[in-house]
């Protein structure tokens, strides 16, 4: 993990969440707040681990995975520059609840927990940030327990690759198999026909890892409406519209 020290406003404001403070708290919290990369694959809490830093992505995308028995993962939530990983810390917790893996590399601003901790404490405004934030966090896992026990993992993988897309504003990303599998909580065969099923259909392209949706209204279509109810929540910007 690189570090750069405290760059300009306009780069912490890259993230929605950090963006939405007025001027004044944002000014308050910058000098707490170091710029730092992030590399695809890495495992930045485990359960139970302590919240020692607060991150705010600014184009790294983080996949929340519950874990049972230390091994069997399903993706909960994803986190990327509409968001925070941490932000349990503003309803008291100290400990991380899920495992967060970086599915893809990036920058994020981020902050000491504890410090964070007392800012929350202090700092009304930013508390019904963070409140709204993680209303919508808890609105969005919900909704995946709900998919992942009732709909069909064709229908699931389609909705997978649609929040990435609007996450990463892109048509175009990389997801490996084994990734997949982690984040569905199958087997990778499983996420094979999946895929081939979507790809044969023309809704996607998938290769090695690497994603093109070519179809976008297409995919949702295929998707459960677990995808729509998740945008309506608020835990996804709106592909194309900053």
């Known amino acids: 993990m690189?570090?750069?020290a405290?760059?300009?406003?306009?780069?912490h404001s890259s993230n929605l969440l950090l963006a939405a403070l007025p001027p004044q708290e944002l000014a308050q919290l910058l000098p707490q707040l170091d710029q730092v990369t992030v590399a695809a694959g890495q495992v930045l809490c485990e359960p139970g681990?302590?919240?020692r830093h607060i991150h705010f992505p600014h184009d790294c995308l983080i996949s929340l995975l519950g874990v049972a028995e230390g091994r069997m993962t399903l993706e909960v939530g994803q986190v990327g520059r509409e968001g925070m990983l941490g932000a349990t810390v503003a309803l008291g917790h100290d400990t991380a609840q899920v495992r967060a893996v970086v599915q893809r590399a990036g920058s994020a601003s981020r902050m000491d927990g504890a410090r964070f901790q007392q800012e929350v404490a202090r700092n009304p405004v930013l508390q019904q940030v963070l409140y709204r934030y993680t209303d919508s966090l808890l609105a969005q896992a919900i909704q995946i327990a709900v998919c992942s026990r009732f709909h069909v993992l064709e229908a699931r993988l389609a909705r997978s690759l649609l929040v990435t897309r609007d996450r990463l504003q892109s048509d175009r990303f990389h997801l490996t198999h084994e990734f997949l599998a982690h984040a569905l909580g199958v087997r990778r065969v499983?996420?094979?026909k999946a895929a081939s099923a979507l790809q044969q259909q023309g809704l996607i392209n998938y290769s090695r890892?690497?994603?093109e949706i070519l179809d976008p209204e297409g995919l949702a279509a295929a998707s459960c409406t677990c995808y729509q109810i998740v945008r309506e929540a608020g835990a996804l910007p709106v592909h194309g519209v900053l």
């Open 2 to 4: 690189n570090f750069a």
């Open 6 to 11: 405290h760059p300009p406003v306009a780069e």
């Open 49 to 51: 681990d302590p919240i």
């Open 190 to 192: 499983g996420v094979t």
């Open 209 to 211: 890892g690497n994603i």
